[in-house]
């Protein structure tokens, strides 16, 4: 059981827009910056937001992140096939001085 | 532009001692944060630890005293060090630099 929880299972239709939530405490998300990446099972993970918000050079505008006391969410609107992945936040934690990965969430594009 | 790469056995015996390297290339290690992270066969992504360019490490607490993360700028590399595996222990191992870039992964099976 992860310190920091997300929705197992996420879906939409393309050009749909989804949000994928991470709930963690003070600890964590309310005192760090969050991070998400896409991942492929056996690829290298892929960093899309960082720091909360920021996109890292070459993922495309579509994909947005944000943050509000000790949750953070990410959203991808006009949703494509390729968004097909499993999406995780990522945090450092300062009770566990330790970085926190979220249990993931699988995206499943319809 | 700045690559890794992970290497080491691809199979270890249980009680064993697990060692991985990451060689890093296109620049010198210079000031970052240098992490392993695993994934076990259809589970989640876990964070395993990491060593910032001045030697303080971090490592997950579900691995505390069995695991160890060492830096040799001179070479360009670090090291992942994990004793007493377990069939648990069986993953795709990532190295990774910072947050944002990681190596192509390497399968590590724990098993007699």
């Known amino acids: 059981q992860s310190v920091v929880t997300q929705p197992p299972s996420a879906s939409g239709t393309p050009g749909q827009t989804v949000i994928i939530s991470c709930s963690g405490s003070r600890s964590n998300i309310g005192d760090n910056s969050v991070n998400w990446y896409q991942y492929l099972p056996g690829t290298a993970p892929k960093l899309v937001i960082k720091s909360n918000y920021q996109r890292p050079s070459g993922v495309p505008g579509r994909f947005s992140g944000s943050k509000s006391g000790t949750s953070a969410s990410l959203a991808i609107t006009g949703l494509q096939s390729d968004d097909e992945a499993d999406y995780y936040c990522a945090v450092y934690d300062d009770s566990l001085s330790a970085v926190v990965f979220g249990g993931g969430t699988k995206l499943t594009v319809l | 532009q700045v690559q890794l790469q992970e290497s080491g056995p691809g199979l270890v015996r249980p009680s064993e001692t697990l060692s991985l390297i990451c060689s890093v290339s296109?620049?010198?290690?210079?000031?970052?944060?240098w992490s392993w992270l695993r994934q076990p066969a259809g589970k989640a992504l876990e964070w395993v630890g990491r060593?910032?360019?001045?030697?303080?490490?971090n490592y997950n607490p579900s691995l505390w005293g069995r695991v160890s993360i060492s830096l040799d700028m001179s070479k360009n590399q670090f090291s992942l060090t994990l004793t007493s595996v377990t069939a648990a222990d069986t993953a795709i191992y990532f190295c990774?630099?910072?947050?944002?870039?990681w190596g192509p992964g390497t399968m590590v099976t724990v098993s007699s």
């Open positions: 990774g630099r910072d947050w944002g870039l």
């Open positions: 296109g620049d010198s290690m210079g000031i970052w944060y």
């Open positions: 060593i910032h360019s001045t030697g303080r490490t």
